[in-house]
């Protein structure tokens, strides 16, 4: 019975062991499918970043150059510096925009001509403001003195009060020339045309 039991064992064993031959066969054959797997994954992953990467690349080129074409345009009108500006941006990237960082107008248009129309504005008003012929201060219209070195600037009309400029010879406000002449014909002319 031993001797029969014997075959039997070998049988089972041989069975058993070519049961799990398969099955180590499987588990290899699984395991190399499954890291050819992750490899596909991870290339196709790689793939994706390289993907992103390329386009944030150019979609970064495009809008430096749109970017430098749009300052260069708010800064010059001259056509032949908005295009050289532009294809130095295009061509050299960030270094080219470095180029035309250091080398662009200081000032946009705009700028330009806030800064004129405030020097317009300010040479209007240094025409308008008076000032001493001598010292250059700043005086008003009814001065008759410089407060700063005391120049004379006008003088009082001796018949109205008014107070006249230097050059002047006949008071606008009454005609009072001074020679008497006008002084005392405007009072009768007035006194003439009362009595009609």
């Known amino acids: 019975m031993g001797l029969l039991l014997q075959p039997s064992a070998g049988k089972i064993l041989a069975a058993v062991a070519a049961t799990a031959t398969p099955t180590a066969t499987s588990v290899n054959t699984a395991g190399s499918g499954g890291s050819?797997?992750?490899?596909?994954?991870?290339?196709?992953?790689?793939?994706?970043?390289?993907?992103?990467?390329?386009?944030?690349?150019?979609?970064?080129?495009?809008?430096?150059?749109?970017?430098?074409?749009?300052?260069?345009?708010?800064?010059?009108?001259?056509?032949?510096?908005?295009?050289?500006?532009?294809?130095?941006?295009?061509?050299?990237?960030?270094?080219?925009?470095?180029?035309?960082?250091?080398?662009?107008?200081?000032?946009?248009?705009?700028?330009?001509?806030?800064?004129?129309?405030?020097?317009?504005?300010?040479?209007?008003?240094?025409?308008?403001?008076?000032?001493?012929?001598?010292?250059?201060?700043?005086v008003d219209g009814d001065f008759q003195l410089c407060p700063s070195c005391g120049t004379k600037l006008r003088r009082p009309c001796p018949n109205c009060e008014h107070l006249l400029e230097l050059k002047w010879n006949v008071c606008p406000y009454c005609g009072y020339s001074g020679s008497g002449g006008q002084g005392g014909r405007a009072p009768a002319r007035q006194g003439a045309r009362m009595e009609r």
């Open 36 to 138: 050819s797997g992750g490899l596909a994954g991870l290339q196709g992953l790689i793939t994706l970043v390289v993907f992103f990467l390329a386009a944030f690349i150019v979609i970064f080129w495009v809008s430096l150059v749109f970017w430098a074409w749009r300052d260069v345009r708010s800064r010059t009108q001259d056509v032949i510096l908005q295009i050289t500006a532009t294809l130095l941006v295009a061509v050299f990237n960030i270094g080219g925009l470095f180029i035309y960082l250091i080398v662009r107008p200081r000032q946009t248009l705009a700028e330009l001509y806030e800064r004129q129309l405030e020097e317009e504005s300010l040479l209007a008003e240094m025409t308008e403001r008076q000032t001493c012929p001598t010292c250059h201060y700043r």
